[in-house]
């Protein structure tokens, strides 16, 4: 079945420093990737999605592209802020929008 | 508010109960979805509603876990003879479609003693 794992945490880093959260899939068809995050006392969140090999999906200065030949989603931020510390789970879903499956989630802390 | 909000924010029951989680998801959303997400670990899929019929249920456990969405809005998960390791928090989301970003509830923290 369809599965993702992400690198575990927690990442700690200080304020400005560059961020990579490793995501690969397995899969099968075509599916979508999405990074959602959860801020502290709040919901999960979508944050950025790519729907088609080589997509790159960005929002808030995180970026990701879809790696259909490392079958990869890697979450990319060039410049982190501590109001970006948070937990950020990797996902994908079916070629037709089903079966969502999120990976087990990694905690950033950003330290001023 | 607009967003998706779930009903309790926490329950404590004792093993063997019953107990039933509500979602009221985000107006006009006709897909709404359970996922259960313990301890540590990312959302677990439950089962998904495409109006008032459940479209996938192969995300239940077992038996004892029901959900229902009779007017194809506010939908009820219940669990019977609840068991320790229902423990968890239930996390529910509604989308306009099935291809469309999930919006997720804030959860129901559920605890089994």
């Known amino acids: 079945g369809n599965s993702v794992t992400q690198m575990e945490g927690p990442v700690t880093l200080s304020e400005e420093a560059f961020l990579t959260i490793n995501c690969t899939y397995t899969a099968t068809g075509y599916p979508s990737l999405f990074w959602y995050v959860q801020y502290p006392g709040e919901g999960l969140q979508l944050l950025l999605k790519?729907?088609?090999?080589?997509d790159k999906g960005s929002n808030k200065g995180f970026e990701a592209t879809y790696r259909k030949e490392t079958t990869s989603f890697h979450l990319e931020k060039g410049s982190v802020q501590v109001s970006d510390s948070a937990v950020y789970f990797c996902a994908l879903s079916d070629n037709y929008g089903q079966n969502f499956v999120f990976g087990p989630g990694t905690r950033l802390s950003v330290l001023p | 508010g607009a967003g998706v909000s779930q009903t309790p924010s926490n329950k404590v029951t004792e093993k063997g109960k019953y107990v039933e989680l509500r979602c009221d998801p985000i107006s006009g959303h006709t897909a709404l979805y359970w996922y259960r997400q313990s301890l540590g670990q990312g959302p677990e899929f439950l089962i998904y509603?495409?109006?008032?019929?459940?479209?996938?249920d192969s995300g239940l456990p077992n038996d004892r876990f029901f959900a229902v969405r009779p007017e194809g809005s506010v939908s009820t998960l219940k669990i019977q003879r609840t068991e320790r390791g229902d423990s968890a928090v239930y996390l529910c989301?509604?989308?306009?479609?099935?291809?469309?970003?999930?919006?997720f509830g804030p959860g129901t923290r559920l605890t089994v003693l």
């Open positions: 989301a509604s989308s306009f479609s099935i291809h469309n970003e999930q919006f």
């Open positions: 790519a729907t088609k090999a080589d």
């Open positions: 509603f495409q109006g008032t019929g459940a479209a996938d």
